[in-house]
Nanobody
Framework: VHLVESGGGVVQAGESLRLSCAAS????????MAWFRQAPGKEREFVAR???????YYGDSVKGRFAIARDNAKNSVILQMNNLKPEDTAVYYC????????????WGQGTQVTVSS
């Protein structure tokens, strides 16, 4: 199984970015998929989750600004990030789980997002 994130970059506050997580070796529609992030010197933080049922859940810090979705045709998961803030600066990781309440089974290598003020 491989999860490959892309779409990171450097943007100014208030701008948008769209991250993509391309999966191989699994079908995203059969897994819970999520995005996490980790800023320097901080613990990994939950960002967003989409269950196999398509129900979604967001971390408090991104509610109303970020949106997670599956693209079944491309076997990928998208994170649309709007109104970015400097505090969103982090490495963003994609993860997949059979049972997310137990553990996240697979992780990508991450993509850097930097938001300047």
């Amino acid at each position: 199984v491989h999860l490959v994130e892309s779409g990171g970059g450097v943007v100014q506050a208030g701008e948008s970015l769209r991250l993509s997580c391309a999966a191989s070796g699994l079908t995203v529609g059969n897994y819970a998929m999520a995005w996490f992030r980790q800023a320097p010197g901080k613990e990994r933080e939950f960002v967003a989750r989409i269950a196999w049922s398509s129900s979604v859940y967001y971390g408090d810090s991104v509610k109303g600004r970020f949106a997670i979705a599956r693209d079944n045709a491309k076997n990928s998961v998208i994170l649309q990030m709007n109104n970015l803030k400097p505090e969103d600066t982090a490495v963003y990781y994609c993860a997949a789980a059979v049972r997310f309440t137990v553990k996240w089974d697979y992780w990508g290598q991450g993509t850097q997002v930097t938001v300047s003020s």
